[in-house]
C-alpha cells in the first residue's frame, strides 16, 4: 500500500479534460516536489510533469500539474485515444527516506 | 537523445542474487548533478524505486530494500549496475534504469529518460 493514494481509474470522452488527483501527508508531497509519469500499455513510464508543474522538452501543453498542501494534480485537456495509460505519482517521503509512488490510475478515454 | 539500455539474465533461483547492467549512450554517466538509479515494477502492480547512486559515490537506496541491494557505477565503461541478494518469487518484476535528477535536501526527483525495461523472474 502506496503513501501516495491516487484513485485507481478515470474515464473521459475524447476531447474533455479529465484531473488525477495524489494524496500524501506533511511527511512526503507538503515539503517535496511531485512528478508523474505516464507509463503506455508495455512501455516504460515516461515523465511528464517535474518540480510539480513543469513540462519536460517535447511534452504537450496539454498536461500539466498543480500541488496544494498535501495533494497533487494532474490535468490533461482535449483528451485523445492515445493517452489512455497509466499515470503515477511520485515524490519525497522525509518520514520513511524513500522516493515513493502514488499507486497508479489508469485512464481510459471512452 | 541519451538512451538506457537494461541487460542481464532473465531467470534467478530462489535465495541467489540478482544482476543487472544498465548502459548509457548518447550520454555521459560522468554527468554532474544527475544519478542513476533504478526502480521495479512487479507484473501488473505499481513502480517501487530500489536506489541510485551519483557517478563519483554516494548511494540512496529504498530502506525496505537497503540490506540485499548494491548499485555501482563504471565511468569507463559508461554503466551501471544493481545487485540483489538473496531473492524470492516476491522479486520477480520488470527491472528499470533510468537517469535520477535527485535534490535529496530538498526532496526534489524525477526520472528521465528510462530503459525499456528487463522482466526477471524468480523461479527455481
Known amino acids: 500500500q502506496s503513501v501516495l493514494t491516487q484513485p485507481p481509474s478515470v474515464s473521459a470522452a475524447p476531447g474533455q479534460k479529465v484531473t488525477i488527483s495524489c494524496s500524501g501527508s506533511s511527511s512526503n508531497i507538503v515539503n517535496s516536489y511531485v512528478s508523474w509519469y505516464q507509463q503506455l500499455p508495455g512501455t516504460a513510464p515516461k515523465l511528464l510533469i517535474y518540480?510539480?508543474?513543469k513540462r519536460p522538452s517535447g511534452i504537450p501543453d496539454r498536461f500539466s500539474g498543480s500541488k496544494s498542501g498535501t495533494s497533487a494534480t494532474l490535468g490533461i485537456t482535449g483528451l485523445q485515444t492515445g493517452d489512455e495509460a497509466d499515470y503515477y505519482c511520485a515524490t519525497w517521503d522525509s518520514s520513511l527516506g524513500d522516493v515513493v509512488f502514488g499507486g497508479g490510475t489508469k485512464l481510459t478515454v471512452l | 537523445q541519451l538512451q538506457l539500455q537494461e541487460s542481464g539474465p532473465g531467470l534467478v533461483k530462489p535465495s541467489e542474487t540478482l544482476s543487472l547492467t544498465c548502459t548509457v549512450s548518447?550520454?555521459?554517466?560522468?554527468?554532474?548533478?544527475?544519478?542513476w538509479g533504478w526502480i521495479r515494477q512487479p507484473p501488473g502492480k505499481g513502480l517501487e524505486w530500489i536506489g541510485s547512486m551519483y557517478y563519483s559515490g554516494g548511494t540512496y537506496y529504498n530502506p525496505s530494500l537497503k540490506s540485499r541491494v548494491i548499485i555501482s557505477v563504471d565511468t569507463s565503461k559508461n554503466h551501471f549496475s544493481l545487485k540483489l541478494s538473496s531473492v524470492t518469487a516476491a522479486d520477480t518484476a520488470v527491472y528499470y534504469c533510468?537517469?535520477?535528477?535527485?535534490?535529496?535536501?530538498?526532496?526534489?526527483?524525477?526520472?528521465?529518460?528510462w530503459g525499456q525495461g528487463t522482466l526477471v523472474t524468480v523461479s527455481s
Open positions: 548518447n550520454g555521459s554517466i560522468s554527468s554532474s548533478n544527475y544519478y
Open positions: 533510468a537517469r535520477h535528477k535527485g535534490v535529496f535536501i530538498v526532496g526534489r526527483h524525477w526520472f528521465d529518460p
Open positions: 518540480d510539480n508543474n
